[in-house]
């Protein structure tokens, strides 16, 4: 894909940004509904995705912002895609092994990611559905002192997953929060308890009831994007340094 190189001057609300594209000013439509106030700061350098459509408002969509060195991915909606064609790829060994995979699965009122299962045939010949893995994914671009953070920005539809995660790992289910870190500085996860305590304490319940909790990371270039094969750890407690601040 051929990004336009801009330059970022102001977000006047979470669904548009202000960017300089060769001088003149553009609206760009901003795929990423988190705060991202530590991105996207006055005259960072964005990648934008021009559009075709010539119906649609905006010109652009901003896909990436540079920041600490490198690429940012705030193309949030990509992170599923991401972790479903790693799956499907083998990359993520801890999901191998499961013959049927699907996007977006309707549970109840609630839409989870990722539906994994194996496919087995009975004694009259017909397939059934195997070994349920339901995974729900979130990608992250807060990084705060080298960890990743996540919410950025309070998110209850987040709390609302990880509830019918736990429910659905009652009924016997595998199931799994997975944490994309799409910002490369990032090399270890934790929850953000200052911004979002409800999300954190909801993810704790979940892992004590049995949720897995996966966390990989994103190697970003304006050629593609790729997982990188390798988990990292995270730590479901509130920081230290947090918790002096917040005392």
Not at 53 to 63: A, G, M
Not at 152 to 162: F, I, N, S, V, W
Request: hydrophobic content about 35%.
């Amino acid at each position: 894909m051929d990004y336009v190189k801009g330059i970022f001057k102001n977000r006047p609300n979470r669904f548009i940004a202000e960017v300089e594209v060769d001088g003149k000013l553009e609206i760009a439509h901003v795929p990423n509904t988190g705060r991202c106030k530590e991105l996207l700061v006055e005259n960072a350098i964005v990648w934008l995705e021009p559009s075709n459509n010539p119906n649609r408002k905006t010109k652009y969509s901003l896909h990436f912002v540079e920041n600490k060195g490198v690429l940012v991915s705030l193309y949030s909606q990509q992170a599923n895609s991401i972790v479903y064609d790693a799956i499907k790829e083998g990359k993520i060994k801890e999901l191998s092994g499961y013959s049927y995979h699907q996007r977006e699965k309707t549970v109840d009122n609630s839409r989870i990611d990722i539906y994994l299962a194996n496919e087995e045939d009975d004694c009259c010949g017909l397939s059934f559905l195997v070994e349920q893995c339901y995974v729900e994914v979130k990608g992250v671009t807060l990084i705060v002192d080298g960890e990743a953070r996540f919410p950025d920005a309070p998110t209850e539809r987040g709390a609302k997953h990880l509830k019918e995660l736990i429910k659905l790992k009652k009924q016997g289910n595998r199931c799994v929060v997975f944490f994309l870190i799409q910002h490369p500085a990032g090399n270890f996860f934790r929850p953000n308890w200052d911004n979002d305590p409800n999300f954190s304490k909801t993810l704790n319940e979940a892992y004590d009831a049995g949720v897995e909790i996966l966390v990989y990371r994103c190697d970003n270039r304006l050629d593609g994007i790729e997982l990188v094969p390798e988990p990292l750890d995270f730590d479901l407690a509130q920081s230290l340094a947090d918790s002096i601040v917040n005392d």
